[in-house]
């Protein structure tokens, strides 16, 4: 079960790097602004909030990423440890999107799936 948390964490922390990207590189470009939904001028609008946001994305995806490094080399309970606190926060902010914005579900869901999945698969690995 170790390493199937690890893969999800890792498959969990990939996606946070490219929500990242889309929100602190690609903002106002056509491809966030189709995966956001927004027009250019709202885009250009909240460009600033996006940036910030996206760098919440993109430590989250970190800390999960040290925990794999860690799992990997052989400190099992600190890399898991920092797998689940960081794909569990993911999950959190995905929790948050769906309850705050239920048009935005496809997005949550998105968002929360591999996290979910990785916890899952953490906690199991913890208790073995």
Same mark, same amino acid.
């Given at each position: 079960?170790?390493?199937?948390a690890?893969?999800?964490?890792?498959?969990?922390?990939?996606?946070?790097?490219f #929500?990242?990207?889309?929100? /602190?590189?690609?903002w106002?470009?056509?491809?966030?602004?189709a995966? =956001?939904?927004?027009? *250019?001028? !709202?885009?250009?609008?909240? +460009?600033?909030?996006?940036?910030? !946001?996206?760098?919440?994305?993109? =430590?989250?995806?970190? &800390?999960? #990423?040290?925990g #794999?490094?860690?799992?990997?080399s052989?400190?099992?309970?600190?890399?898991?440890? &920092?797998?689940?606190a960081?794909?569990?926060c993911?999950?959190?902010?995905?929790?948050?999107? &769906?309850? /705050? /914005? *239920?048009?935005? +579900?496809?997005a949550?869901v998105? !968002?929360?799936?591999?996290?979910?999945?990785?916890?899952?698969a953490?906690?199991?690995? &913890?208790?073995?």
């Amino acid at each position: 079960m170790l390493a199937v948390a690890l893969v999800l964490g890792g498959l969990a922390a990939a996606l946070h790097v490219f #929500i990242w990207y889309l929100e /602190s590189v690609a903002w106002t470009g056509p491809r966030a602004r189709a995966t =956001f939904g927004t027009t *250019p001028e !709202q885009a250009e609008a909240n +460009r600033e909030m996006a940036y910030n !946001q996206g760098f919440y994305n993109l =430590f989250l995806a970190v &800390l999960a #990423i040290v925990g #794999i490094v860690l799992a990997a080399s052989g400190r099992t309970t600190a890399g898991l440890t &920092l797998v689940l606190a960081g794909t569990g926060c993911m999950l959190a902010a995905a929790l948050v999107l &769906l309850l /705050s /914005s *239920p048009d935005k +579900r496809r997005a949550a869901v998105t !968002q929360g799936t591999l996290p979910l999945l990785a916890v899952v698969a953490t906690v199991v690995a &913890l208790a073995a």
